[in-house]
């Protein structure tokens, strides 16, 4: 039990997969990067693919779980081709919804800053010039930050300890230390062990062990050849085995004598296995490295199958021959080629001639995926569509980035990003989606289109989520221009739905209110039910906002019927929490239980955006209802959960205002050292233990004074230190080897997490908690 928060302890942070096979060996290794990461917070692991880096990384950061209070947590950067994506997809895996139009790697920073966490990023070789910068970057900001990476080449910045990957162990040639069994050896030890896997039963005994040991030197101790070898033992014997190794490799070094001994013993498997397999697995292995990452057999059939190839049946041999991995995901079934494997599929497919035909089959495949499931967004399948594009993220970046680096494809890359729009939303990733729909804009000639102004209205309201109303504006009046120029009803009511919600943002409701009435006429007459409730529940919180009840309710009304009808709950979410934030002062006991519902289907859907708004309104209504505990507990978890979706807070003028408002009145009530205890309370809790806060499903149990620490990071309370003895941000940056912009992060946070205002504010309380 957690004496603070009255609550159980969560689970430690972190996001490491499970292993599907067993670690064998490395002892020495996982021992020797342990020691490097104890003295530097850069280690790189480098060597040659199939060494074994992933899984050495792995290991060690397993084993590092309880030496990092944050927790530790993978990147893997093999599906990745786009350099720019790189600081996204590090958010994306610490959790931070990208919800700002501030740049990536200040959320990342600032997220970073004070935390004690291992950061693991996987395959950085091909993205290598960003990956340095960014963590270059990190290094420097953020203190307790250690980074282990994983590359075919180091990363070429200070501080950075190397440690090459030697491969596996074995016996010498001329034999073994006097005591030693072979199967002390780990190259041993990994054959005998996914031998084992292929052949039940198996075991390394004296008439076989020469012969393995052989077979585990011809491949240089490297695991992922010993792997495919042992696979092999399905159908030959471990003798069969060790001579077509050798055949093999006389006939590859006689013909790549330039070519370095590791890299031939790489290709010599390689294609050995390639060699092993039948016609139709050879042409399905190369097909198959079209996908970035992981994907489904419907997948495969619908972009590799033929009339002749029974996907299913060669998927599964291909399994047995560890060609293929196969995991399940969520009771869903899915296939990966390894990074090693899919580079040489691609290679084959272009000697194929097939490599234009299968991108396009790919991109064709996932666009109809995407509609689809846009067709069918507003449905009882609402949740599993959301997961399923969660799933696909690689795939569909891979599919996008095709469009917009192919002459001719353009439209394609439009269309997709469109599609997409509604699920960066509902997903918080809104800085990922202003990228893409800004991408696909650039390369659009001059003929106006209704995709065009679909698109240009998709990144308008993005825009305005985040706060960057100026550039929404600038969407937007483009989109205008487009629509009068098309004469098209339809798009000239898109528009007005994105000014609509913009004007909101930016706190004109009644200009709100007149764009987003204009454009449900439209809607209407279409009957295109996405934009009519978005549309409806847009007007019942302008109309909240404005005092209007009948009218609130009248659209809170037509978008349940809306959402009830077609068995969805997102939506049904949204609408609660329309009507709750805009009756929240009127009739704050019926708020509370619309917010409440809100937070529990928003919750299901793991929405974190609507949760937090949840979360903000509730805690306006305790503040005015005196609860002073409740609402400073809340207004501290709501932080966190901004700062998690990578958002400063409420965007809308009129929300900040209550915001503050809540904020002033529980701290009057209070004062400022028992405001402060349950804010910091409220931000230390976990989003499942806030959420549970906020619904009266858990308490926390108010405690004594915290200690400064229990206040403030570590870094925070420096720098509070710092300014209390009058040093501006530029001194403070150079006493503490920073930048003034990181400075002025903390201080920022400083100011937030203690209710202040002012610098004069924070040095008085650190006065005050000396004297204590």
């Known amino acids: 039990m957690n004496e603070k928060t009255g609550l159980m302890p969560t689970a430690r942070a972190g ?68 350099p720019d994506l790189v600081p996204d997809t590090v958010a994306a ?50 203190a307790q930050l250690h980074i282990l990476a994983t590359s075919r080449q180091p990363l070429r910045i200070q501080g950075e300890y190397l440690l090459r990957v030697p491969p596996l162990e074995l016996p010498e040639p001329d034999g073994r230390e006097p005591g030693r069994e072979p199967s002390r050896y780990d190259g041993v030890a990994l054959f005998v062990e996914r031998a084992r896997a292929a052949v039940p039963g198996f075991e390394l005994t004296a008439a076989n062990e020469g012969e393995i040991v052989q077979i585990c030197r011809r491949v240089d101790g490297l695991p992922l050849p010993i792997e495919l070898a042992a696979a092999r033992l399905r159908a030959m014997s471990v003798h069969q085995v060790l001579e077509r190794l050798i055949d093999r490799y006389a006939l590859l070094t006689a013909s790549t004598r330039n070519v370095p001994t590791r890299q031939q013993t790489m290709r010599l498997c390689i294609d050995w296995s390639y060699e092993l397999c039948t016609h139709e697995e050879r042409q399905t292995w190369a097909r198959l490295a079209v996908f970035a990452g992981a994907f489904e057999l419907g997948a ?44 040489y599929g691609l290679d084959r497919l272009q ?32 949740a599993e569509a959301k997961v399923r594009l969660e799933r696909e993220q690689p795939n569909l970046r891979e599919a996008i980035e095709f469009c917009l680096s192919t002459p001719g494809e353009a439209d394609h890359g439009l269309r997709l990003a469109v599609a997409l729009f509604p699920f960066w939303l509902s997903d918080g990733l809104l800085g990922e989606g202003r990228y893409w729909l800004d991408r696909t804009l650039n390369l659009q000639g001059g003929i106006p289109t209704v995709g065009k102004v679909k698109a240009l209205s998709g990144a308008c309201l993005l825009a305005g989520y985040q706060g960057d109303v100026a550039a929404g504006e600038e969407f937007a009046a483009r989109g205008r221009d487009l629509a009068e120029r098309l004469g098209d009803a339809t798009s000239e009511a898109l528009v007005l739905h994105a000014m609509g919600y913009l004007a909101a943002f930016a706190g004109d409701i009644p200009r709100a209110v007149d764009c987003l009435e204009r454009a449900l006429e439209v809607f209407r007459s279409e009957r295109s039910v996405v934009r009519q409730i978005s549309t409806v529940l847009g007007l019942s919180l302008a109309h909240g906002f404005l005092g209007h009840t ?18 969805e709950s997102m939506y049904k979410g949204y609408a609660h929490c329309a009507l709750g934030l805009g009756l929240w002062k009127a009739e704050p006991h019926r708020a509370t239980g619309l917010l409440e519902e809100a937070l529990r289907l928003a919750d299901q859907v793991d929405d974190k955006l609507s949760a937090a708004m949840c979360v903000e309104a509730l805690a306006w209504i305790a503040a005015a209802d005196h609860r002073d505990h409740r609402a400073a507990v809340l207004l501290g978890a709501v932080q966190t959960r901004w700062l998690a979706v990578g958002s400063t807070g409420v965007v809308a003028p009129t929300l900040q205002g209550y915001h503050r408002e809540a904020e002033q009145r529980a ?106």
């Open 15 to 82: 996001n490491l997969p499970l292993d599907l096979t067993s670690f064998v060996g490395r002892r020495d290794d996982v021992a020797e990067v342990k020691g490097l990461l104890s003295v530097s917070r850069l280690v790189t692991l480098t060597g040659v693919g199939g060494v074994g880096k992933t899984r050495l990384a792995l290991r060690v950061a397993g084993d590092s779980q309880r030496a990092f209070s944050a927790g530790v947590w993978l990147v893997d950067l093999a599906e990745l081709q786009d």
């Open 93 to 142: 895996a610490l959790g931070i919804q990208v919800l700002s139009s501030r740049p990536v790697t200040d959320l990342l920073i600032e997220h970073l800053a004070d935390r004690h966490l291992l950061l693991v990023l996987d395959n950085c070789a091909h993205l290598v010039g960003a990956v340095a910068r960014l963590v270059a970057m990190l290094l420097r900001s953020c």
């Open 300 to 343: 495969a059939e619908g972009i590799c199958g033929t009339d002749t190839i029974d996907l299913l049946e060669v998927a599964t041999s291909l399994v047995d021959k560890s060609i293929l991995t196969c995991e399940d995901v969520g009771g869903v079934v899915r296939y990966r080629l390894l990074d090693t494997l899919r580079e």
């Open 351 to 382: 000697e194929m001639d097939e490599y234009a035909v299968m991108r396009r089959r790919h991109r064709d495949w996932y666009e109809q995926l995407v509609s689809e499931l846009r067709r069918n967004w507003i449905s009882p399948q609402q």
């Open 550 to 567: 009948a009218e609130a309710e009248d659209y809170y009304r037509q978008g349940l019927e809306i959402t009830e009808a077609s068995g």
């Open 667 to 772: 701290r009057r009530a209070l004062g400022d050292r028992a405001f402060t205890t349950d804010f910091q309370r409220g931000a230390n809790l976990s989003f499942e233990e806030a959420a549970g806060y906020a619904l009266g499903e858990e308490r926390v149990v108010p405690s004594g004074p915290p200690s400064p620490t229990d206040i403030l990071t570590p870094r925070e309370r420096q720098v509070a230190d710092l300014v209390a003895e009058g040093l501006t941000d530029k001194a403070v940056a150079a006493k503490l080897v920073v930048s003034p912009r990181t400075v002025q992060g903390h201080v920022q946070h400083v100011l937030t997490k203690l209710g202040f205002t002012k610098r004069t504010q924070i040095a008085a309380w650190v006065v005050e908690q000396n004297r204590g």
